[in-house]
């Protein structure tokens, strides 16, 4: 019996992240989401994701400094980019070639994650024509990243913002790019592939490419007075509401709050909450919505919504969206093949064929 897109199916056991869909949980590392994403730093889940414990001061320390000392990236990496702003090249295409040339200063796992947010950064720089600014030892992962796309060294608002993002959305079960990696490392690939096979994953609309419709759907509407009329017509057109619905979540998705509160933070400090309002109006005019056209669906509100919200009022364009996704699952998917490779066996499952059978062959010059 198949089982259409693997649903259900078990494909491997796992100590990083538990997703539970109807309880509407989401556990990292032993930590619930919600007592990890807005505490911790960034280094500090990744070190988790890859130890098994939290740091001690002076491990935390020590992956700090070298993650800040692997920033940099070759020549040939930045001459990659600059041809392909030349073209137009989509970000996360950008992104993926560039990390294949991980390879030139070998597979490294920090060197990986450190270098990640330097090709993002001077990717949308370089679109933009703008001139890259190489990164500061000084700083934090996530302080870095914001500093290399402004040249501005951000306040401690912003920085927590986006630490609070990259820790929500680091590993979340075996979700397409996550089992694409894995898939990758156990064939015994190394590290560069499965994370350039991820970046690949990554990129659909259906996995990683989906928040900035829904910040346009928000922006579309534009006054709280026209949510309703706006929306039904949506409804009523078959279009599906961006920000609502989950392939596991049966309730309202975990990370959805974090990120709610987050942006609500965010926000308050900027001292205009407009946007915010309306995105809050927006989303229970939605939920409401949804349950009047599709009762018993249970389509509720999911991370996408409020990931775009939140990276809007950091300031980054919808084109940043997946390549800071990317930023934060990199540390997923690493931990997933550190996984994979302590108890390897090569994923291969069974297909199931359908297709014709006891065809007999005509030379070409008889078929019709």
């Not at 990129?203 to 949510?227: C, Y």
Request: include cysteine; charge should be negative.
């Amino acid at each position: 019996m198949t089982a259409s897109g693997l649903e259900g199916v078990v494909a491997a056991t796992t100590q990083l992240s538990h997703v539970d869909g109807e309880r509407g949980e989401l556990v990292i590392g032993g930590y619930q989401l919600e007592h990890l994403a807005e505490s911790a730093t960034f280094e500090e889940t990744t070190w988790l994701l890859w130890h098994g414990e939290l740091p001690s001061v002076a491990e935390l320390d020590q992956f700090r400094r070298a993650l800040a000392g692997l920033r940099a990236i070759p020549d040939s990496t930045l001459s990659l980019l600059r041809q392909c702003a030349e073209r137009r090249i989509d970000d996360m295409d950008a992104l993926r070639m560039a990390a294949g040339t991980f390879s030139l200063v070998g597979d490294d796992a920090a060197g990986i994650v450190a270098r990640m947010p330097t090709i993002a950064a001077a990717y949308w720089r370089l679109r933009r024509g703008l001139e890259v600014i190489p990164p500061r030892s000084e700083l934090d992962h996530a302080a870095n990243f914001l500093y290399m796309l402004s040249g501005e060294v951000p306040d401690p608002e912003r920085v927590r913002g986006l630490e609070t993002y990259l820790n929500t959305v680091i590993d979340h079960g075996l979700n397409a790019s996550t089992f694409t990696a894995r898939v990758i490392t156990s064939t015994g690939s190394d590290l560069v592939s499965a994370v350039t096979g991820g970046l690949g994953a990554l990129k659909g609309p259906l996995h990683g490419g989906a928040p900035g419709p829904a910040l346009e759907m928000v922006f579309e509407i534009g006054d709280a007075s026209r949510a309703e009329s706006v929306l039904r017509t949506k409804i009523e057109s078959g279009e599906k509401l961006m920000g609502f619905g989950h392939r596991v979540y049966k309730v309202r998705d975990p990370r959805a709050d974090v990120l709610a509160r987050a942006a609500e933070r965010l926000f308050t400090r900027r001292g205009d909450m407009s946007l915010y309002a309306l995105a809050r109006t927006v989303e229970a005019e939605a939920l409401r919505l949804l349950e009047e056209y599709k009762p018993g669906r249970r389509l509720q509100t999911n991370v996408e919504f409020y990931t775009a919200l939140l990276l809007h009022g950091l300031g980054f364009g919808v084109e940043l969206f997946t390549p800071t996704f990317a930023i934060s699952r990199v540390s997923g998917w690493i931990a997933h093949a550190f996984e994979q490779r302590r108890a390897n066996r090569i994923i291969r499952p069974q297909s199931e064929y359908v297709g014709p059978r006891d065809r007999q062959w005509v030379p070409a010059a008889e078929r019709a």
